[in-house]
DNA sequence: CGGTAAGCGAGACGGTACGTCCCGTCTTCCT
DNA sequence: AGGAAGACGGGACGTACCGTCTCGCTTACCG
């Protein structure tokens, strides 16, 4: 019933997420279709709907791809610089092709419930989870307050910058990355 | 050239956008068609391209006619409570069909840059300027730092509910509302 | 439900046809294609899907229009010699494209029973009718044995004719219709 | 290159034979695949292609094995009863899925040379030749014109029972076998 | 009598065409 | 002139099969 992933040409799934990836980029997200990247890629169109259920997902894997490890977290010993150097990473990455993708996907995603829950799992999850943990361990050495909720403050600094992202609402660059932290860090009140 | 705003039949506007709203919440905003809002609301489609560029703009006047004045702001004096009411509206909404509604509008928004600033003009930023206001009034009462940039404070705010809501990373509640104020109004720092 | 003929386009559905007819004429039958026909008229798929049920139905139209007169019986009083002339021309046409086009449509009838009916209603039954009420000229006039079966008359001589033609045992000329008339006429027995 | 006949599986070939048939009983001739023979067979698509150029090859292969020799002439001395007989039959067979079958394959034959030939190699031939041979027997014996064209004779007698056969223009009974045989044999001049 | 080459089941592959859906434009006829 | 209706050229969808190919496997022959 379900294809046999040994027997997967290995030509053809590089094939086809090199030409998803620079249509994507060529044309924008939504106008990628499944027929272009088969033709782009010179595969039929049953080899990639044997491998993947949806252009958006033959799409996450290209971004995957492309992502590797370029905004993983680094560990300095000062959770503001981590935060800082993470945040500007990703803020950049925002602001390149590589967002647009993202972007698309996200908005996919929002009518696609498998979809939601691959990007959630395999792009969000791992880099929230060490944002966490670099939180935990400000808060065991004193940097951090100790009785945080750390789900909610990983989700207020991140919040801000998908906001920006997703609502354009203005420049997404490290001035405002700095000030979000330092507002987050230090709180609104007087 | 462009049509005449005064011989706009009220009935067919009226019929267009219910049968666009009816139509977003039983099949998703992905799957509404212009076809189908046409065939439902008994309306030729050249009615609908006449006064709306796409599916997703009569979708948004749906979105706005809906939504009316139900999570505008209120002023009690105290800054964080009527934060507290307004966001938690907020997040009501976003768990509702409108919610849904308005989370697909977003997306559309990602691949086309005039429903976009539609959206931000006419949904957004009014809200925003009025959180901002608020913001300034505290500030000059003294309930809120007098340093305090503004726009990225409302972005905090809100991007915890826009993360929420757009990655579905977790409930959208009270709760969640209470974390987030409490974090981004005294800080993350120990 | 079903579109509405006096809003349909003349010059597609001639465009339509003609480009079936050439395309069976270049590739046969069996290899005409709905998308190229559409391609080589310039016309929407849809636009053929809209008027007719089947590729075969439309190269059916095709081969009707060009067939036209061209077989028609005519009565110069003598029995044999018009079953003769009309024979042979008849003969004459199956050996034309226009025959590989017939033979086609035959040979999807075996699997279309709605195509089937069309060409025997439209096709044969007409032609059939023509011979069989010469034959009853013929038989009140005396040359005919007057109590001839004239359906099975009618068969016997186009039976010949179409087993040539549709299992192509041997050429089908003006000599092979004459030893199939002269042995209708006078019989087998000795 | 070419396969070595020695090393067949005979059971594979049984298997494939049976399972088109069965097909071809089950869906009628036009839409058995391929595919659907060897799935049903429970034998690789190679199998079949190694030893069968195309599906109606292996159609044919399977209805001649099915007719066997069930419509053979047999020689009693009275040549218009042999003819009546063995018409008789073939005529039953006609109406039969073996003969839905046939159909389908001389349909298929309209645009296949190859197949064209071997059905009427194997099929056709034999018989049209044992006709033949008794038609010639009946002339030397007296019954039959000692001048006939026996090919035409041939044509005539069984083109009536293919005309109707693959035109369905009406019932193919003894009655009809009886009224062509009468008009054949005595002639339709009065 | 053990190696090897063939046939075999299985099914992935590059392709073509299917019949459907919807796009945005257009034309027609009605109010 | 606006509107209901819907035909039109077009593009993409997801599916079904085509005929070729490449895998392991089993099986029979042959050195």
Redesign the pocket.
Same mark, same amino acid.
């Given at each position: 019933? %379900?294809?046999?992933p040994?027997? @997967? %040409?290995l030509? %053809? /799934?590089q094939?086809i997420l090199s030409a998803a990836y620079d249509l994507a980029r060529e044309l924008g997200t939504a *106008?990628? !279709?499944?027929? =272009?990247i088969?033709?782009r890629? =010179?595969? =039929?169109? /049953? !080899?990639i709907? @044997?491998?993947w259920p %949806? *252009?958006a997902a033959v799409l996450l894997d290209a971004l995957k791809a492309a992502v590797g490890g370029s905004i993983d977290l680094t560990d300095t010993g000062d959770v503001a610089a981590d935060l800082r150097a993470q945040m500007t990473a990703v803020a950049g990455l925002f602001g390149t092709d590589l967002g647009r993708l993202y972007a698309g996907l996200i908005a996919e995603a929002q009518s696609d419930p498998d979809l939601a829950r691959s990007v959630k799992e395999t792009l969000l999850a791992p880099r929230v989870a060490a944002v966490a943990d670099r939180l935990r361990k400000g808060a065991a050495e004193g940097e951090i307050r100790p009785d945080l909720n750390v789900t909610a403050a990983v989700e207020l600094l991140y919040g801000a910058l998908y906001y920006r992202f997703l609502l354009q609402s203005g420049p997404l660059d490290a001035d405002y990355v700095d000030a979000t932290l330092d507002l987050a860090l230090t709180g609104l009140r007087a």
């Open positions: 019933m %379900s294809p046999n040994t027997r @997967r %040409s030509q %053809s /799934q094939a *106008k990628v !279709t499944i027929e =272009g088969a033709a890629a =010179g595969v =039929g169109k /049953q !080899t709907y @044997r491998w %949806s *252009k």
